[in-house]
């Protein structure tokens, strides 16, 4: 049974560009969620998906956006990228109490 | 706003000796919470979970303890391994399945 896989791996941009990141969630399992890890930093939730909605956001900006497909697989878009935006990119998907997370998106922002 | 908090950034135990990690929350709110293990360049690995409805939750080596009251959880390892070693967060949510609230995690190191 495949877990939550994400891609790609890692991923060097310039500043001002845009970026997507993928995920496809675990067998099963219909809810999406994005999360942001900087260095040192626990991650820090930037949206969930839920029947191809997003349900509920965090605090991050309008730059932020996601897509769910109807076969649960998700995107996450970032445009006019900051060098603030150097990061992990997790996504995690769940269907009840639990959230089980991918390995991880490296994003470096140049 | 930090809603959880992890006041330890690390803590070092020796193998079979019992770790405790603690975790401090300020959300009243917040009625589900996990632990979580990672490992450097994986995602965070699902340890143990707790619902406020309950104050104590147990899987093998691991017990999460929960204080309401005080606003307070622990991850207790016994006996603790050199494979545990790992940092740990500790997350909670208003609505179990909905958005973490993550703390910035406890390195742990078990040495032999």
């Known amino acids: 049974d495949a877990g939550v896989t994400q891609s790609p791996t890692h991923l060097i941009k310039t500043r001002g560009q845009q970026v997507t990141l993928r995920c496809s969630p675990k067998s099963g399992h219909d809810t999406v969620s994005w999360y942001q890890q900087a260095l040192g930093q626990g991650p820090q939730f930037i949206f969930q998906y839920y029947e191809e909605e997003e349900r509920q956001r965090g605090n991050f900006p309008d730059r932020f956006s996601g897509h769910q497909f109807p076969n649960y697989s998700s995107e996450l878009n970032v445009n006019a990228l900051l060098l603030g935006d150097s990061a992990l990119y997790l996504c995690a998907s769940n269907t009840a109490d639990t959230q089980y997370f991918g390995p991880g998106t490296r994003l470096t922002v140049l | 706003d930090q809603q959880v908090k992890q006041n330890s950034p690390s803590l070092s135990v020796q193998e079979g000796r019992i770790s405790i990690l603690n975790c401090d929350y300020t959300?009243?709110?917040?009625?589900?919470f996990l632990w979580y293990k990672k490992y450097p360049a994986e995602g965070p690995t699902f340890l143990i979970s707790i619902s406020s409805i309950k104050d104590k939750n147990e899987d093998g080596r691991f017990t999460v303890f929960l204080n309401k009251s005080a606003k307070h959880l622990s991850l207790h390892i016994v006996p603790s391994q050199p494979g545990d070693s790992a940092v740990y967060f500790c997350?909670?949510?208003?609505?179990?399945?909905?958005?973490?609230?993550f703390g910035k995690g406890t390195s742990l190191l078990v040495t032999p």
């Open positions: 959300n009243s709110m917040f009625d589900y």
């Open positions: 997350a909670a949510s208003a609505n179990s399945g909905y958005a973490l609230n």
